[in-house]
């Protein structure tokens, strides 16, 4: 079965960048909308962007758009979030999810999703 593994993630000062990957294994997720979210510590879990089934639309949080940008590659089977500009309030575990249904647009709910990766954590530094 698919399993989704995220990747990237660490330790950076305010201001710098970080590309997040999210690769699956055992299947692809071609027909599916991907989504990026972010839980910190004693929080809930937040959206932050998600793309359609085929990449041709995406959606940002009002906290990251401007700075994020998601993408897919169809060929690798791998979906990004570039982090730029980070912030000391986007410390939190980076979370990345397939949609429940194919062909979707890309849900700002987490209950949108029925896979979810382990999560790889982001620590901006001020």
């Known amino acids: 079965q698919v399993q989704l593994v995220e990747s990237g993630g660490g330790l950076v000062q305010a201001g710098g960048s970080l590309r997040l990957s999210c690769a699956a294994s055992g299947g692809t997720f071609s027909t599916y909308a991907m989504g990026w979210f972010r839980q910190a510590p004693g929080k809930e879990r937040e959206f932050v962007s998600a793309t359609s089934w085929n990449g041709v639309t995406t959606k940002y949080s009002d906290s990251v758009k401007g700075r994020f940008t998601i993408s897919r590659d169809k060929a690798n089977n791998t979906v990004y979030l570039q982090m730029n500009s980070l912030k000391p309030e986007d410390t939190a575990v980076y979370y990345c999810?397939?949609?429940?249904?194919?062909?979707?647009?890309?849900?700002?709910?987490?209950?949108?999703?029925?896979?979810w990766g382990q999560g790889t954590p982001v620590t901006v530094s001020s």
């Open positions: 999810a397939a949609g429940s249904v194919r062909y979707g647009s890309g849900s700002s709910s987490p209950t949108g999703y029925a896979l």
